[in-house]
């Protein structure tokens, strides 16, 4: 039972490994889940395009897939980030690049334990479970890294 991080046509980006699993089990224990095998795999925009027509049929980037392997209370799964979207996201809502990072570390998790975003209402759900997440995460983290 581990959190591994992996990269794929991209240098891994400046996280605190230990620090991100403690709180990626803090996130999952607080909506009664543990961690099994989960698995971040840092990627270019090129290969999530590929990763989402092949295993998907998607033919569109995006920030992350998850895939879950998640069994009864056990939350496990691959985890694709694109850093290229997510550096694209943060320009375009206006946050910093580590900000929109860690939200999307978290978007993938909040997935496996069985939060939604597509239907009525649960983005919403979703963001909100997203931004209760970052507050539990040790403030110098974020804080050093702010826009001035």
């Given at each position: 039972?581990?959190?591994s991080y992996?990269?794929?046509?991209?240098q891994c980006p400046n996280i605190k490994k230990r620090v991100i699993s403690a709180w990626i089990k803090a996130v999952a224990e607080?909506?009664?889940k543990r961690t099994g095998t989960i698995s971040y795999i840092f990627c270019s925009d090129?290969?999530?395009?590929?990763v989402n027509r092949?295993?998907?049929?998607?033919d569109y980037y995006t920030d992350?897939?998850?895939f879950d392997y998640t069994e009864k209370s056990v939350i496990s799964g691959d985890l694709f980030i694109s850093l290229d979207t997510v550096h694209t996201n943060a320009e375009k809502f206006g946050t910093v690049y580590d900000e929109e990072l860690h939200r999307t570390i978290i978007h993938g998790i909040l997935h496996?334990?069985?939060i939604n975003d597509k239907g009525p209402g649960e983005r919403e759900i979703m963001e909100a479970n997203e931004n209760e997440a970052l507050a539990m995460l040790p403030p110098e983290i974020l804080r050093s890294k702010k826009k001035a």
């Open positions: 039972m581990a959190i992996f990269t794929e046509e991209v607080k909506h009664g090129k290969k999530i395009l590929e092949q295993y998907l049929q998607h992350i897939i998850t496996l334990c069985g």
